[in-house]
Each structure stands twice: as structure tokens, then as C-alpha cells.
């Protein structure tokens, strides 16, 4: 494709310039002439006349509409046509060229006047401002001086004030001296527009004299009637001369005024219709994002903004092409409104059948769109935006030239901006990734030539944001899915390896769930699924989602694995994330990205999970819950995998469900602020019902930290996550009260437990006052051994001590009586 030309700043300033001079210097020798002239003064009041028909915009006239005198432009940078072009002609067939010149001059700067007074040049530049002002100065000048020569030339006669002659005498030079005006005005002004534009200056010329050319000749003819007869008489009867003859002067203008207010017209009700026919498009548009999550507004607007400006670099002008193009952005995704939306918004890998439903989305958009008769070829863009540069692509396999243009253009824009936004199965892409994928499917995908030009404009384009974060990508279609009923399984014949280990593994499952009892809760249940799902698939963590109906949610109900207590209070609405989508259509989803489930929430966390499979547990009676393994490595899963799980959901939704049944409230208990390795009383309890010393199970030494809260429940959040940031992965964090905390310290001493308590104090809100301050409502206490004491009850009673109460009151409700406390050296006293 042939580059649209660009302009060439230094050639079109000489050329403006070169006009100027020579304008000029036709102005200087008109001036001389009138001085060494004695040319009759009746010229003065005839060149105020032009002058002033540029200037006047309307006339009304009591009961008729408003007639225009202002000048009708003509394509191009400063020709235009007035009844002030007759009176010039007059000028020069009774007076000369150098009062038409001298007229012309003085209508140039006042025009460069009123337009800077008016502001309408203050979007240029100065430099382009006194372009405008020189070429607007020289151009007309020069025009009429050249015309002017050529007539007088032609007539070999002087000025009819001079002497009078016969129309049939100065007929013939007088339509050559239009002509030649026409000729020079309009071309000139055209090379002026191509210079500063890029445009060839031939269609412009063309255009001009396809409109104006037979309009300029009428001018002359009446310029050339009207001088012959005020040649011949006196003032009085030139005046009245001029009074008859002034509606034919005025005629041919106020027609193109007319036809020009229709053009306007015209105008105006074609853009009319061009925003009735955006507006449609983007309904339609909006109808298919509405069922697809990943094609939001935002990246339909985009693909259209970014493949008009693509194609324009590229050097498409044609305006049906450039509007095709442009719809096409906006209509390209069209047919997958008639997609079903659990394959449109699956978040995991399609399978091969819904792969091909999904590539009817083309065609069907494509017949969509032809039904609404559209007069630029959007249809052909639309249905061809997937086809490659090799002939891999669909509906029709095209291949290099044969697809059209607009869909080359499209299909590389459309790529970039779906691989930076949020998509169901993957967290949006960097700008420098989206770029980098482009640049390999050159010539393989995408025509060269449009990769090319896009990486011109890469710079524009990685301005523009993606869509909103991830969570309000996932939404917009959870009463729909919850309607949809799951079909039935797949016929095709699973290896019967895997069969006969999937039979062992439902009789091993079963065996095991049998054992639980009918009573069993949701930690052995799920436990026990956990151990036996472990032998089939890599998993880090394990996590058993229920449904709930009421909420529109699914709720963790049991979370087993690596940062287990990260997950214990994750929530997410039907359709959203991964276990959202398999809970609302009852289909499995395997190797997913697990951000669309967690989110931020595991975020620099590591290993970092990297892959989901999800399977629904599913009844009779519909969906109860999900079971959701994630693994660190991409692509963790195989497909097998996923099979032999499915298999055996059936009895594992079952025990799921009768632990739900029987336990409907042991999902429902309070967690400890979501903090790694917290436990809980219970978890004390038995530990110091063991009552062993220490040596060997916890280090050398052994430090225990108590802290007690007597304010608001804001200040206990506040100091449980300082203690979390204060101690170590090693040490025990448990919560044996809302308003109390004991840390295990294995290998610390008095040291360590100072050092732990300053940055407790560091790590508080500025507006609670740390301990140990007297002040504040939080109490600390400090004990280690073998200062205090030699196991973990008699530490645990000391630091206790140290809070300034009873200490295991509040911890167990019946023990033994407790064990002196020994009262070490060592041991820091941290009360407040």
C-alpha cells in the first residue's frame, strides 16, 4: 500500500514566500502606475464596494429570508468567491489592473485584520498565522495582475475609461481574463492546501473547477456588459446603469448561498445519521459484552480509537474504508451475543468442541451485521478479523492480501488490547509483553507491514489504561448461570487404567468416609478427601468451597495446605473467579490462574500459587460446593487428573454434604485475624495438659509472651497483627480469648524478650499509646527458661503473673492447682 504523502514544511514555506514576493512586487508597479496615472476617481468608490460585499454577511429584506453577501469559500486555503469578483472584473476592463490590485490589497489586510480581532487564527501557530496572513496578501494579487496582462494583451486596447470599445471587441480577452483569474486563484490556494495538508493537489484544483469554473466566466460576463455600457455614459446614467444591473451581479452568489446552505444541510442530516449509526453499533456491541465478561466497553472503544489510527498510519484515506474500519472496531465482536455464556466466560482452557463454537462468533457477527445495511463495507472487517497472514486462521482460511485490509488492521489491535485486559482465565499482560507476543506472530498472524506501523505508534497507544481491576471484570451473570443446568457427562471412554485406579480410589474413599460415622464434621470429612486427593494431583493447598443460596456466595468451608489460614475467610459471589464459575455452571475448570480466585490476598506470598483445578460437588438437587486444589507451577495439572477427580465427586459431595447436615455450624467459627501459624485455646490446652519439660521440644530455651487487652476490640486487631510482624515464622501464635495472646518463643531468652517488646511498641498506631507506658491499655508480660522456669505451664503462669493477674483462670476451666512460679533474674517484668 502506497503512504498517503506528508508535508513538506520547507518547500511549502518557500512556496508561500515566493508568492508573497511576487505579490508584492505586482502591488509596487500598481502603486507606480497610479502615480504616474491620472486614473478617474469613480474607481475608489467601486473598490469600497468590493471591499465591502466581503464584509457584509447578511441583508434582511422585511418578509423574505435573509439573503447572504458574505464570500462563498472555495476548496482551499484562501480562495473563495463573492459578488466582490464582478466588481474587480469591472475594475480592470474601465480603469486597469493597478486599481484592482490596489483594491485587492487593501481587502487582504483588512480581511488579516478581522481575523486575528475575531481570534478565528488563534489555534495556530505565529508561524503558521503569518503564512496564512502573507499567502492571503500575495495570492490575490498576483492572480489578478497575471489575469489583468493576459487581457489587456489579448484586447490590445486601453482601459475603457480611455477609450470605449463594443462587447464584441473585448468579449473573447475578457473570458480569457476570467479564466486565467480562475486559474491562478484556485491553483495556487490548492498547492497552498496540498503543502500544508499532505493532500495531492489535483483532486483539489478538480473539485474547483467542477464547481466554480462556469460561475467565475458568469462574473466576467457581467463585469464585460456593464463596463461597456458605463464606458459610454455620463455619471447619472452609469449610476442608474449600475442600480439595474446590480441583481445580475448579485445572482450568481446568492444561488451558490443557496446551494450551499443545502450542502450544509445535507451535512448536518448525514452526521446525523452517522451518530444514529454509531449509536446503534454500540448498542449492539453492548448487547455482546454484556454476555462476555472479557469484552468489556472500555476495550471495544479502545480497538475502535486504535485501529482508525492505525489505519491512518498506514495510509488508508479513503473515508468508507476509514469509517469501515472504525464500525468494524466497534461491531468486531457482534456474533458472540448468540455464544453461550458458561463457554464465553469459562475461566480455564476451552475444550476443542467449544473452541469451534466460539469461532462461529465471525460469521455469525458478519450476518448480524449485513442486515443492517451499512453503506461502507464493515461486513467483509468484521467477519474476517480472525483470518492469519498464513492461512491459518477462520472463517475461510484467507491468507496474505486476500484478507481485507481493515481486518489485518483490526485483528493485530484487537489482539493487543485483549492481551492487556483482565480475561477470566488470566491476569492482564504488560504493555512490554502485549508488544513482545506482537512482534512474534509478525508474518506468521499479522501482516508485516501493519505490525510495523503499529510498533510506530506503540508509544500513543501503552498511554491508554486496561480495564478496571480484576474482581469487576468477573461479574454481570450470576442469576443466569445459577439457572443453567449442568449436562450430562462427556460419552467419550476414559483409559481403563484410570477407571480401575478410580474404582480403587472411590472404594478406598468410601471405606474411609464410611469409618467417620453419619456424624462426622467438616474438618475429618474433608481431611479425609484431602489425604486421598493428594495421591492424585500436586496440590499445595486445598481449599473445600460451599454454596450458599441465600448470599449468592461461595464460602470457604475448609482450607488444608500451605498459608491454609490465608484462605479460611474467603468469600466470592456466584460467577466470579474460578470455584465462582464452577459453582454456578457445575463444570470443572483445570489449570486457571489463581489470582482470579484469591486475588491480592496471597500476594507475596512464597511459593506463589500459579494454577487451579476446580471441581464441582454436585447432587441430585444441584451444586453444594466446590473442591478447589491449587499448585504452584504453571500448567500443574493434567487432564487425567482432572478426570479421576471427577470420578469420584460423586461420593465426595455426598460426605460434603451430610457434614454440612450435621454440622451446619462449624463453618461459621470465628478465625484468629487470618494470621499464619495462629491456633487457637483448644490447641493450648491440650499442649499444656502434655506437661513435659522442655529440653528437646522446643530448643534449649523456651520464651512465653502474654498480652492482655483492656481497651476496644480495635486496639486487640491493632496488636495482634503487631506481634505478628514482631516475632518469627517459628514462633507459636495462639488466641486463647478475643482479648488475649500467648506466644511459644522457642530459643529465646530475657534479651529476646525485650527486643520483641519494642517492636511491638514500634509497630502500634500512633494514636494507642504502646506499653509498657502505664497508659496503655494493653499489658505485656514476659517469661523464659531457665530463668522461670523449667516447662510451659510454670512459664506460662509467670508471664501471666507479670500481666498483674490470675493467671489460667481464663485459660482452662478445671486443672491442677498451679505450680509455684520460680522468679528468675533474667526475666524482664514488662508491666504497664
Not at 522457642?746 to 506499653?771: F, K, N, Q, T, W
Request: glycine share 8%.
Amino acid at each position: 500500500m502506497t503512504p498517503a504523502p506528508r508535508p513538506r514544511s520547507g518547500l511549502h514555506r518557500a512556496y508561500v514566500a515566493t508568492v508573497f514576493v511576487l505579490g508584492l512586487a505586482a502591488l509596487v508597479d500598481a502603486l507606480y502606475t497610479l502615480h504616474v496615472t491620472r486614473v478617474p476617481y469613480q474607481w475608489i468608490g467601486l473598490g469600497l464596494l468590493a471591499i465591502f460585499s466581503n464584509f457584509v454577511s447578511k441583508v434582511r429584506v422585511p418578509g423574505l429570508t435573509a439573503l447572504s453577501l458574505s464570500p462563498v469559500k472555495v476548496q482551499g486555503r484562501t480562495a473563495h468567491m463573492s459578488p466582490s469578483e464582478t466588481l474587480l472584473f469591472l475594475i480592470v476592463l474601465l480603469f486597469g489592473g493597478a486599481p484592482a490590485i490596489a483594491t485587492l490589497a487593501l481587502d487582504g489586510l483588512t480581511f488579516s485584520f478581522k481575523q486575528e480581532w475575531k481570534g478565528k487564527r488563534k489555534d495556530k501557530s505565529p508561524t503558521e498565522r503569518l503564512q496564512q496572513a502573507a499567502f492571503g496578501l500575495g495570492e490575490p494579487i498576483l492572480s489578478v495582475w497575471v489575469a489583468a496582462a493576459v487581457y489587456f494583451g489579448l484586447a490590445g486596447i486601453e482601459p475603457l475609461w480611455v477609450r470605449g470599445a463594443s462587447v464584441a471587441q473585448i468579449g473573447l480577452p475578457a473570458l480569457a481574463m476570467s479564466a486565467v483569474y480562475f486559474v491562478m486563484n484556485s491553483g495556487l490556494s490548492a498547492l497552498a492546501e496540498a503543502g500544508a495538508s499532505g493532500k495531492p493537489p489535483l483532486p483539489l484544483w478538480r473539485t474547483n473547477l467542477k464547481n466554480y469554473f462556469f460561475d467565475y466566466v458568469s462574473a466576467a460576463t457581467i463585469a464585460l456588459v456593464l463596463a461597456v455600457n458605463l464606458a459610454s455614459a455620463n455619471s447619472v446614467d452609469g449610476l442608474k446603469s449600475l442600480v439595474v444591473i446590480a441583481p445580475l451581479i448579485y445572482l450568481p452568489y446568492y444561488i451558490q448561498g443557496l446551494l450551499k446552505g443545502q450542502n450544509e444541510e445535507k451535512d448536518r442530516h448525514v452526521a446525523e445519521v452517522e451518530q444514529i449509526n454509531l449509536k446503534s453499533a454500540e448498542a449492539l456491541a453492548t448487547m455482546a459484552e454484556a454476555k462476555d465478561r472479557a469484552t468489556t466497553l472500555g476495550h471495544i472503544r479502545r480497538v475502535k480509537k486504535f485501529t482508525t489510527l492505525l489505519a491512518r498510519t498506514m495510509g488508508i484515506r479513503d473515508a468508507k474504508e476509514l469509517k469501515a474500519i472504525e464500525f468494524a472496531g466497534l461491531l468486531h465482536d457482534t456474533g458472540k451475543a448468540l455464544i453461550k455464556e458458561h463457554i464465553l466466560n469459562k475461566p480455564g482452557k476451552l475444550s476443542a468442541d467449544e473452541y469451534e463454537i466460539v469461532k462461529t462468533h465471525a460469521s455469525i457477527g458478519a450476518d448480524i451485521v449485513s442486515t443492517i445495511g451499512y453503506t461502507f463495507p464493515v461486513v467483509p472487517i468484521v467477519r474476517h478479523h480472525h483470518e492469519n497472514w498464513d492461512g491459518t486462521g477462520y472463517p475461510d482460511g484467507l491468507q496474505a492480501e486476500a484478507i481485507p485490509v481493515g481486518a489485518r488492521v483490526l485483528s493485530v489491535v484487537d489482539c493487543y488490547d485483549a492481551l492487556r485486559s483482565h480475561r477470566p482465565y488470566r491476569r492482564a499482560l504488560s504493555a512490554e509483553q502485549a508488544m513482545a507476543i506482537i512482534r512474534e506472530r509478525r508474518g506468521t498472524m499479522y501482516d508485516p507491514a501493519v505490525v510495523d506501523a503499529f510498533l510506530s505508534i506503540q508509544a500513543t497507544i501503552e498511554t491508554e489504561a486496561v480495564d478496571d481491576p480484576l474482581p469487576e471484570v468477573l461479574d454481570r451473570f450470576a442469576t443466569a448461570a445459577r439457572e443453567m443446568r449442568r449436562p450430562d457427562p462427556a460419552s467419550a471412554a476414559l483409559p481403563l487404567e484410570l477407571r480401575l485406579a478410580a474404582t480403587d480410589m472411590v472404594l478406598r474413599l468410601y471405606e474411609h468416609l464410611s469409618a467417620l460415622g453419619s456424624d462426622a464434621g467438616i474438618d475429618v470429612t474433608c481431611d479425609t478427601v484431602s489425604r486421598c486427593l493428594l495421591r492424585v494431583a500436586p496440590a499445595g493447598l486445598i481449599v473445600f468451597y460451599r454454596r450458599d443460596d441465600a448470599a449468592d456466595e461461595v464460602v470457604t468451608a475448609y482450607a488444608s495446605g500451605f498459608c491454609e489460614a490465608l484462605v479460611r475467610d474467603v468469600r466470592m459471589p456466584l460467577g466470579h473467579g474460578v470455584s465462582g464459575w464452577v459453582a454456578a455452571n457445575g463444570r470443572s475448570v483445570i489449570n486457571a490462574d489463581s489470582a482470579l480466585d484469591l486475588g491480592h490476598r496471597l500476594d507475596g506470598i512464597a511459593p506463589e500459587f500459579r494454577s487451579v483445578l476446580s471441581i464441582p460437588l454436585s447432587l441430585a438437587r444441584g451444586t453444594v460446593g466446590v473442591i478447589t486444589l491449587y499448585a504452584s507451577q504453571a500448567q500443574a495439572f493434567r487432564e487425567e487428573q482432572r478426570q479421576a477427580i471427577e470420578l469420584i465427586s460423586g461420593p465426595i459431595a455426598d460426605a460434603f454434604a451430610r457434614a454440612l447436615k450435621a454440622h451446619p455450624d462449624s463453618v461459621e467459627q470465628p478465625l484468629l485475624f487470618g494470621l499464619p501459624g495462629t491456633s487457637n485455646g483448644p490447641a493450648l490446652h491440650g499442649l499444656l495438659a502434655r506437661d513435659k519439660r522442655l529440653v528437646g521440644e522446643f530448643g534449649q530455651t523456651l520464651g512465653v509472651l502474654c498480652v492482655r487487652n483492656f481497651g476496644d476490640t480495635r486496639v486487640m486487631a491493632h496488636a495482634t497483627m503487631a506481634v505478628n510482624q514482631a516475632t518469627r515464622i517459628a514462633d507459636l501464635i495462639f488466641r486463647p480469648a478475643d482479648d488475649s495472646l500467648v506466644v511459644l518463643m522457642p530459643d529465646s531468652d530475657a534479651s529476646a524478650g525485650e527486643l520483641v517488646l519494642e517492636r511491638i511498641a514500634a509497630a502500634m498506631p500512633p494514636d494507642i499509646v504502646p506499653p509498657p507506658s502505664e497508659s496503655s491499655p494493653l499489658r505485656v508480660g514476659f517469661a523464659c527458661s531457665p530463668h522461670d522456669g523449667d516447662s510451659v505451664r510454670v512459664l506460662l503462669d509467670v508471664a501471666q503473673l507479670r500481666l498483674g493477674e490470675v493467671p489460667l483462670a481464663a485459660l482452662a476451666p478445671a486443672r491442677p492447682a498451679p505450680l509455684a512460679p520460680v522468679r528468675g533474674n533474667g526475666g524482664p517484668s514488662c508491666q504497664a
